[in-house]
Each structure stands twice: as C-alpha cells, then as structure tokens.
C-alpha cells in the first residue's frame, strides 16, 4: 500500500540511542508543541499537562528521576534532543471543565445558547469518578490520546522518538513538582534523532500481527 501516512508508519519505531549531538529546531518543535494542544479527548475536557524537557537542568531532573527503577530508559534523559512528560489531571472538576466549555463559546465552535446544555457533558467525567473526586483512570486514557498523536507527529518529521511507560512517576512527580502543578505523570516521550550506529532497533523491518488477527469489518 502506497500513502504517506502508511510510509509514516511504517517507518516509526522506538529510538534505542540517540545522537546527543542534534536537537529539534525551533521551528519543529512550535509544530510538536501545537500538534500537542490540539490532540483530541473525550468531551473536549483536555485534562492534561504536557512538561517539555529540554535545558540540561532539566535533563539532569529527568535522568535523577530514574535512580531507583526503570534504568534502561535512563540514558534518553540526556541524550535524546527533548523529553515530553504527558500528564493526567487526577482529579478533573466540574469547575475546571467550565474553563473548556468557555474556551468552547470563545472560539466559535459552540453557540453561547449552547453553553448549559454543553455542560451536560461533565456527565461523562462524574461517570469515572469515585466517591472521593478521582477519575484519573478516565484522564490518564485521554493523555494517550495525545500521545499516538505525539507519534505520527513525529513520523511526518522525521524525527525519532520512544515512548517510555517505564518512568517513575513518583520521582517525577517530586523533582518536577513545580511544572506538574497536580498532574501525575506515567508515561513520557524521548524524542531527536537517533544513533544509527549504534540504535540496535533502526531499521529494522516492522512486526506487527496479520491483518485478519486485528481487524473484523462486519
């Protein structure tokens, strides 16, 4: 099959080594960072909080956070060109869905006569909301949202990238406290270009299960 986006795909992988050496510019990074604001979630509710690692201050942070666990994914911190920390908002509120909804009316997209009706769609966040105001399960699912999002994003660059389940979300959660401001971070995004040298897993060809195993059209 010949599309960009099947090429796009085909050619994503996860970046083993970087090249320290080379950073994203300026002008590719404005892209990411757009392509981020305006990924898609469930009831527009955006319950997230993107952390761009990028000064070696803050690599030195991102590299501290994998002292006790999840060591393989240590070296990215420094080498990779930036780092995104995508995180979750455990505990998204009626009031902060209001900001989302305004933000809604503003723009155009939804008609002032519409805004109480609109708030209605809150009902899907109380849904997954427990007894004590948690429904960081419902908002960690839409921070993945943005992440496959992140990633064809990069593709389409050319840049590399690796997204990493194995942070320590606890570590990250205190050394970038500050930045976070109550968002809880469990999966982040390494992202430059890579080593080819080195990076045992660039060009590889791509495995993936049959067609027929994955998708049923009825």
Sequence with gaps: MSHQIISDLHTRYTAKKYDSNKRISAEDMAIITEALRLSASSINSQPWKFVIVESDEAKQRL?????????FNQLHAKEASHTVLLAYDPAFTKDKFVKRVDAEVASGHLPESM????????AFAEANTDEQGNNGSWTKAQVYLALGNLLHTLARLGIASTPMEG????LIGELFSKELDGHICEVAVAMGYTDKEQDWNYGLPKARLPKEDVVEVV
């Design 63 to 71: 590299h501290d956070t994998f002292a006790n666990k999840h060591q």
């Design 115 to 122: 805004r109480d009706s609109f708030m209605g769609a809150y």
């Design 167 to 170: 942070v320590d979300a606890d």
